[in-house]
């Protein structure tokens, strides 16, 4: 159900919190978005460095790839991985949703939509929260990023928007006109001029939660989910003034929210954990691929051509990470494309549908979903740094300028996120190098809140890091997948390496070359 009210250029959808269900137990989960690990310490985060220091500190964990910010919130809401939970990137070509170009997986419409077209399954598995609420417990859900809707798009919601960017998103039960007017007065100072930042939108989100969804007490279960230091690092680099600005900000917010829980009464009995969706890198170079298609004869284009041929390409930028959708599957055209890539200086890995020599399948990176692309390309990454001395450059699509932060390759630097868990149930200072990754956070969460998980879900409770947890003895594999191809008498190379504990397995880093290529170089206007 959706209700919209008005209020000058602000548009607001509302939703809450259910009944309270269980006092006695409480998980809070907060999301900080784009938060490299490497910069969880006493200088850059003090309050989340010492949430470490007083639980678990997952050294070895893992986003799921693509590492983009909609396919991971629909990880860590599902616990499986884009094929079964069916959607795998920020931008998608879905033309039961949009039949021209693609889409936002995250814009309320398209999911709307998405769930009108697959009688609900937009997310063709449920997400946890859903299965809390039919166990009876108390959710409440607060994002800046339209993300959180995938968390339970199904119930009431509120958007509240500034000049059409979203700023806070809440998800639970209907509210009364009483409450939603009680929400409406707490936002108000919030909009006096005609622009928010991203640290104000945080603080409101989280001051949101706090004093009106836990007034009255905490509930079972509370995700938050911060835009930062995602924004920053985009507009100026990991490492830069701006994004350690930010990441202390969202550090005052988890202060917010742990002070909130001492006034509360409920700091014992719960647990917290904090979780980033993804890596960052820095761009090295950003890359005009349509442009460069076109050059090299391709028909391309970032939505479908009026009357689109067979072989027209549409191509979905992810930032580090391209789609390429080739009309009517035509094999042929899929084939010069795959040659062409190959033989480019900024190709890393590549995946594909079909059995094409030099790629490896969708399959290996969970990514053969029935909305799948023909063709789905990571740009090629490095190690070295950037002008604030912080590792790991990629090249990316067109949307953004070299210098600049992105994400979603198969770098170790996007692959490798931030994980820490705090409280009653978790070990207390203690350092984890067991391999762990997002979808593992959703059947950790069942089982805090005695919660059966589902057969569909496919990561693994942490047990490891749990008081009363299995004392597992861990055998930890690592193995690499390599696929080459000889073009024009040169060898192009690309591996993918993978952690396996047991029977999961989480994507360490993958990358591809080709020996001498060219430099690509944009066509001239």
Request: negative net charge; glycine residues 6%.
């Amino acid at each position: 159900m959706v209700n919209r009210l008005f209020l000058s250029f602000i548009a607001l959808t509302f939703s809450v919190v259910a009944t309270l269900a269980d006092a006695s137990r409480h998980v809070v989960l907060i999301v900080w978005d784009g938060m490299r690990p490497d910069f969880v310490t006493e200088k850059y985060a003090p309050t989340l460095d010492k949430l470490a220091r007083d639980g678990v500190r997952f050294r070895n964990h893992h986003s799921v790839y693509p590492t983009a910010t909609d396919v991971n919130g629909a990880a860590l809401a599902t616990g499986s991985y884009p094929n079964r939970n069916g959607l795998c990137a920020n931008l998608e070509f879905r033309p039961d949703i949009d039949s021209h170009q693609p889409i936002d997986t995250s814009d309320p419409e398209a999911i709307k939509r998405g769930d009108e077209t697959s009688h609900g399954k937009y997310l063709s598995v449920p997400t946890f929260p859903e299965l809390l609420r039919q166990a009876g417990k108390s959710v409440a859900l607060v994002g800046t990023k339209s993300v959180a809707l995938l968390f339970d798009r199904h119930n009431d919601w509120i958007v509240v928007q500034m000049q059409n960017r979203p700023i806070t998103i809440f998800a639970g039960a209907p509210m009364s006109v009483k409450q939603r007017d009680e929400l409406t007065k707490l936002i108000g100072p919030f909009f006096d001029e005609t622009k928010a930042t991203a640290a104000q939108r945080n603080d409101f989100a989280t001051r949101a939660l706090t004093e009106f969804f836990w007034r009255d007490g905490v509930p079972d279960f509370s995700l938050l989910w911060l835009s930062e230091p995602d924004l920053a690092q985009h507009n100026f680099a990991p490492g830069s003034p701006q994004a350690l600005a930010a990441i202390k900000a969202v550090d005052d917010d988890l202060a917010t929210v742990l002070g909130a829980l001492d006034k509360n009464h409920v700091r014992d009995s719960t647990d917290v954990l904090v979780v980033s969706d993804h890596g960052f890198s820095t761009i090295g170079r950003s890359i005009d691929l349509i442009a460069l298609l076109n050059s090299a004869g391709f028909h391309a284009a970032t939505q479908l051509f009026e009357s689109p041929k067979p072989g027209d390409i549409v191509v979905a930028g992810n930032g580090g990470t391209v789609l390429f959708y080739v009309q009517n599957h035509d094999r042929e055209t899929t084939q010069r494309l795959v040659d062409w890539l190959q033989r480019s200086d900024f190709a890393g890995v590549i995946l594909t549908g079909g059995r094409l020599d030099g790629t490896f399948p969708l399959s290996a990176a969970r990514m053969d979903t029935s909305n799948a692309a023909d063709v789905v390309m990571s740009f090629r990454w490095n190690k070295s740094e950037n002008e604030f001395q912080v590792c790991g450059k990629i090249d990316a699509d067109w949307n953004r300028k070299a210098g600049e932060g992105s994400h979603a390759t198969l770098s170790p630097f996007d692959l490798h996120n931030t994980l820490i868990a705090s409280g009653r149930d978790f070990i207390k200072n203690k350092e984890s190098d067991i391999p762990t990754g997002n979808v593992d956070i959703a059947p950790t969460i069942l089982r805090l809140l005695r919660v059966k998980s589902p057969d569909v879900i496919e990561g693994r409770t942490l047990s490891e890091a749990m008081v009363d947890g299995e004392k597992v003895p861990w055998r930890l594999r690592t193995r690499t997948a390599e696929t080459n191809r000889i073009l024009e008498r040169r060898l192009y190379e690309a591996y993918l390496e993978t952690l396996t504990v047991g029977e999961y397995s989480y994507l360490k880093e993958g990358n591809g070359s080709f020996p001498d290529a060219p430099r690509m170089t944009m066509p001239a206007k």
